[in-house]
């Protein structure tokens, strides 16, 4: 079993939560999110802002952007989410109390299952987007960035 070692990341004015689904073994090393340097989601954010991203937690809280995952804890094997298994959720009941959050984006195919799973009482529009894995071969960086060019709609 592994836990989620990453605290979320959020603050009074958040107004978007983008939710994975586990973080990767290189984000649990590096202690924060999305650090794969193959995964697209730093890449596809400053495309869709249109700006370099010096300090990522910078960056996220300039745009009211809240990031966490789905899980709390599972059984993967390395950073496969079509691996994950005995899943206990995270809570992200505090993050929604505590913030503005408007709009929930899900990463992906499994963080968007695993929300339908286990928050089904959540009541904030949500918005499933492809995955920015670069094990999601189907999206080109292109593909991503008109996909995602969403976030911007609900972070002005």
Not at 25 to 46: D, T
Not at 68 to 89: F, M
Not at 90 to 95: R, Y
Request: proline share 3%.
């Amino acid at each position: 079993m592994e836990y989620h070692t990453i605290e979320p990341f959020y603050n009074k004015n958040s107004r978007l939560l983008i939710l994975g689904s586990f973080p990767s073994v290189k984000s649990r090393e590096v202690g924060f999110y999305y650090a794969h340097p193959q995964n697209r989601f730093w890449k596809v954010l400053k495309t869709v802002y249109n700006e370099e991203i010096d300090d990522k937690k910078e960056f996220l809280l300039k745009h009211h952007i809240a990031l966490y995952d789905v899980c709390n804890a599972c059984e993967i094997k390395g950073s496969s989410d079509a691996s994950i298994r005995k899943v206990i959720p995270n809570n992200i009941d505090k993050i929604i109390e505590e913030t503005m959050i408007k709009v929930i984006i899900l990463n992906g195919k499994t963080a968007a299952n695993l929300y339908k799973k286990y928050f089904k009482n959540v009541r904030i529009k949500t918005f499933e987007l492809p995955s920015t894995s670069a094990a999601n071969a189907h999206f080109s960086l292109d593909m991503l960035v008109e996909k995602y060019s969403i976030v911007k709609k609900f972070t002005k």
